[in-house]
């Protein structure tokens, strides 16, 4: 099933299904108003909101509505953990050729991942408010899982079984304050402003078997001002599937459900994919040239991040946001 | 008032209203069941509680209970986002002078801050599950504040006025898996098992003219295994307050009602203090005697936190606690 949460001037917004080929939707008011309630007591609520799906997708549901992207928060407008991983080593290994850093061994058997805030993403449509443009905007295109309840010492295997919802993810950076914080070593706090998500969050089953040993094998778009930049295949780079990312995360304690897993920048070893997200292309152009070329984001600056599965529809629906100066 | 969150199998618990010398409480249904629900709509809800808490103060509320701290969660059992600063400068100061790492100027200006997770706080009296003892555990005794909605950009003046609460918080730390974390520049994930709060939190004028200029200027009782440890001032040595820390924190993004942020280990100047983390007490060893001789916790090792007021009550309740093994 596909589930998106409506904006109803609430801080978790409206739960709605919406159907598989993102034409209607229906609130799911009677079963749960929030998506939060749904992980919380997820084998109750699940199976209701299944049953729904199913009308809607076979044109019966009452009440549909045509679904509308632009009314969207993020499926899970705030969640308890979100966490980032660098799970595509092709992203890894150019960022440090560029800097001529060596790449320790670990980053070949052990993901990278940070804490970040959960208190406010935003929704798909909604606009990227920076307070400079000149803080090296960067977006970062990446698949993200919310999961249920993992236990502390859970294995990649069972981390899997926990993984409840796909999503895909804006998860804008602010490149010049992040390497500051980075130098700290306590991660990124001011360099990570609001993350945005996809209209639409789906049960790993919507996808098929695009969805296989924790990766999406699925090519995100990226487009940048209305130019293709990124066709990357989200699944064969993915060097830590989500199963291992997970069980990283819950070594030394639980997850709690609602807990949401950031694939980190998709990346592809094949360059002729494009990128996924500015400080890549800029490594390599370092790398080739002596010097990046490619500039930052500025004000004005549109960014659309999509997946089409098989049958050429849209699964997430699309990301399309602007950068927009702060007040 | 003082606010507490009661046990009752549920993720959020139930909001209960403690006496101001936490011998009775009430439970705050009909106004909100949970300390989240109060948070997202403070001016309205505040009040109501305010009066529920004149009430029991005065010894006329009628469905009131003998409060115990045994039955309490966290205040806020999860939050969207938890950020723990280092603001005690004693404290970066002495752990980098054992490492002969040169202390950058900008410690002193900026305070050094990081995301955790915040989906599964731990009570008060409840254990602390840890994997494996041989992985450095430390306590480190905090003050924190829950905050309202800030505004991004604001300043520390007006931060301040985002505080609702304040509470004490054990944020536990896995040493030996922190160093390798904050090598890596993302911060801690693995290094930060899960934190415990005081048993109430409570509005900033419940403690008087001890919070002023946005630190709490009452001495932090830590006792490790029955000793103190720590009798250290949570205020005076506080180098970046808490108006301080949240601008900081909101300087690229709002930050959402019930955020939590901490102030890192406290630590006094004044040495005879003593200390609110092992790892500080460990550091002075090191340059005093060339070695660490102080071990870090072990399994059955015991730990209390608290902060009395000026007519010697505890404010906030103990935190008390014990390290057990996992399974």
Known sequence: MKLATYKDASRDGQLVVVSRDLSS???????????????DDWRFMAPQLRDLSDLLNSGKARHAFPFEPGRCMAPLPRACQWVAGQSFISHVERLHKATDAKLPKSRYTEPLMRQGGGDGFIGPCDNIVIASDASGIDFEAQVAVITGDVAMGASPEEALDGIRLL??????????????????????????????????AVTPDEVGDAWRQGRLN???????????VGLCDAG?????????????????????????????????????????????????????NGRASTRFMKFGDTLRIEAKGK??????GAIEQEITPAG
């Open 236 to 288: 064969a780079g993915m060097t830590f599937h989500f199963g291992q990312l997970v069980s990283h995360m819950c070594k030394t304690r639980p997850a709690s459900a609602g807990s949401i897993v950031g694939s980190g920048p998709v990346s592809s070893t094949d360059w002729s994919q494009g990128y996924a997200c500015i400080a890549e292309k800029r490594a390599v152009e370092s790398v080739d």
């Open 25 to 39: 939707a229906h609130y799911a008011t009677g079963i749960a108003n929030t998506l939060r309630q749904v992980l």
């Open 167 to 200: 999503m895909l993810a804006n998860d804008v950076s602010l490149r010049k304050l992040m390497a500051d914080e980075q130098a700290n070593g306590l991660g990124y706090l001011q360099g990570k402003p609001m993350t945005a998500f996809s209209p639409v």
């Open 218 to 228: 699925l090519t995100l778009q990226t487009t940048w001002n209305g130019r293709k």
């Open 311 to 316: 049958n050429g529809q849209s699964v997430f």
